[in-house]
């Protein structure tokens, strides 16, 4: 008898697992003719393939409305892709029963334009509770969200009311809480979108220094300004479809104009 | 870890929205108020029976000018059947003594004269005589030529047990309304703090937080609100009953012959304990709906 094939939980995606030696070798992200439609004769994302080495940093650029933000809730799970796979650390994400899907975000820190941090909360406790959640005893989260803040440049303000920061701490803050599990990936959705242009350069310095110790990073921005100051590799997203330079915009090899690139 | 996790992120949300829980935890308690008072009434009602039932008693009327001889033959009689354990001869004068005495019928009655009250044989049955027994005893006694009138109070019992049960359909009636009304009420104000924390419960979703640590805290903060309720509510039923149980008992003594209690220890566990459970069930359902991010 033919039944329905069950997805397991993948180990790695359990509390505790580790990946093992030969997943470390192969790409952190894969993703192979990935289609994701919201209306059926148009979809956002068509036959995207793309490739994330361990320890890369890129840009993921693009018009608004391109597809960026799917294109990284497909990763982080809140979309599901439609046809195509997206393999994360060599595990189809796409296939993930619900039940596992915190066990993948808790390998991912997830940044935002909209900062997603709690007003009402102190700055430890919006960082903390990245590692409540994985039940880490108090005293280690102390530590581990002092490290945090003080390499995002807020050491010492944990106490402090989060609704008294500024616009570029509140980012600060959501960094410090998406590094502070240690995540393989950090996946940044517009992180300098609200902020002015040299608070926008500090917060890509921050997480050029996070990717400077391991972490891969997804940087997806609009912001030419941003993009042309770095030599990382590019990813464009326009009409759905992918395209790529490895160095950013000095070694553009697409089609289209850098104005309809970054929109 | 991941209890205590819960029981401080609860203790936060109770202190965020203590209005809100408040207001929630008050209309509750006066829906459990209701519920115990009923309560209240259904175990008065059952110890008025019980003592009633196990202190069996016959009172035999006499007939006027009665002959002495046929009275004294009877409580021979009485004296020697295995079911009695004692009996009392109560003259007019006597029955009008301890009517007067008891009687607060908020009209001088000392007036009236003995022979309106008829002499009796106060038969009291030795424990555990079931009620068919009485009335066959009853029935056999009034045979007797010296006896007027038999009363076993079998009607009595009867319309008690009736009155019972319907204080225990009502109760009950009652239990499933305020269970009701707390999944409701509770359902209603844990969806209001989940809407007013959609936030943080996104924050920890993206974070990787299970729905089991999303809901943990909500489910504590429902079960503390029924249990609040249940408690404020008993609380309120036990001031209200040492205010009142000094007046209300010698009135219901000398009508029913039996004291004013208060709810037993088991009602009032299974009141808070159930309290609780529906507060947590009425929270997690409502907060079910809210946790896919």
């Not at chain 2, 009291?124 to 009485?134: A, K, M, Y």
Request: proline fraction near 3%.
């Amino acid at each position: 008898m033919q039944g329905t094939k069950v997805v397991r939980p993948f180990p790695f995606f359990r509390a505790g697992a580790r990946a093992s030696q030969p997943q470390l070798s192969k790409p952190i992200l894969v993703l192979e003719d990935v289609y994701k439609f919201f209306r059926p004769d148009q979809p956002t994302l068509r036959g995207v393939d793309l490739s994330v080495e361990r320890g890369e940093f890129a840009f993921i650029t693009g018009p608004s409305g391109a597809g960026k933000s799917t294109l990284l809730k497909l990763i982080y799970r809140e979309l599901r892709v439609d046809e195509g796979r997206v393999l994360f650390c060599g595990r189809d994400i796409g296939r993930l029963t619900d039940k596992s899907i915190p066990f993948l975000r808790r390998n991912l820190g997830v940044v935002f334009q909209d900062f997603r941090i709690i007003d009402h909360w102190t700055v430890f406790e919006n960082v903390a509770v990245a590692l409540e959640i994985v039940s880490m005893p108090q005293r280690l989260i102390r530590s581990r969200v002092a490290e945090a803040l003080e390499r995002v440049g807020l050491a010492g303000r944990g106490p402090e009311q989060t609704s008294n920061l500024s616009g570029g701490e509140k980012q600060r803050v959501a960094v410090a809480r998406a590094i502070v599990p240690e995540p393989a990936l950090i996946l940044a959705d517009e992180p300098t979108g609200n902020l002015d242009p040299h608070l926008a350069i500090d917060i890509l310095t921050l997480f050029e220094e996070i990717n400077s110790t391991g972490t891969t990073v997804l940087f997806a921005t609009h912001d030419h300004s941003l993009i042309s100051k770095r030599d990382h590799r590019l990813i464009s997203i326009d009409d759905g479809r992918v395209s790529e330079a490895q160095q950013g915009l000095k070694h553009w090899q697409g089609s289209s104009g850098i104005h309809t690139l970054v929109g | 870890m991941e209890v205590k996790s819960a029981i401080t992120r609860a203790k936060r949300g109770l202190r965020e929205e203590r209005r809100l829980y408040i207001v929630a935890v008050t209309s509750l308690a006066v829906a459990f108020i209701c519920l115990g008072a009923t309560l209240l009434g259904v175990t008065n009602l059952d110890a008025a029976a019980t003592r009633w039932g196990q202190s069996g008693r016959i009172t035999l009327f006499l007939r006027d000018g009665a002959d002495p001889q046929d009275i004294a033959q009877l409580r021979v009689v009485l004296e020697g059947l295995a079911d009695v354990s004692e009996v009392t001869h109560v003259t007019p004068a006597q029955a009008r003594e301890s009517f007067l005495e008891e009687a607060d019928v908020g009209a001088d009655l000392s007036k009236l004269p003995s022979e309106v009250f008829p002499a009796s044989l106060e038969v009291v049955l030795v424990q555990g005589v079931t009620r068919e027994r009485s009335e066959s005893i009853a029935m056999r006694l009034a045979q007797f030529r010296a006896v007027s009138d038999v009363e076993s109070y079998g009607r009595w019992f009867q319309k008690l047990d009736h009155l019972l049960w319907g204080a225990r359909m009502l109760a009950g009636g009652l239990a499933l309304l305020v269970m009701f009304c707390v999944v409701a009420v509770i359902g209603n104000t844990i969806r209001l703090a989940v809407a007013r924390r959609r936030q943080e419960i996104e924050v920890m979703k993206l974070c990787g937080a299970t729905n089991g640590f999303v809901r943990g805290p909500f489910v504590l903060e429902g079960m503390f609100q029924g249990f609040a309720s249940a408690l404020l509510a008993v609380l309120s039923l036990l001031v209200g009953y040492l205010v009142l149980h000094d007046s209300v008992d010698s009135t219901l003594a000398a009508l029913t012959g039996s004291k004013v209690v208060f709810l037993g220890a088991r009602t009032v566990v299974a009141l808070l304990v159930g309290g609780a459970v529906i507060g947590a069930i009425g929270s997690a359902v409502s907060v079910r709906r809210y946790l896919a991010v």
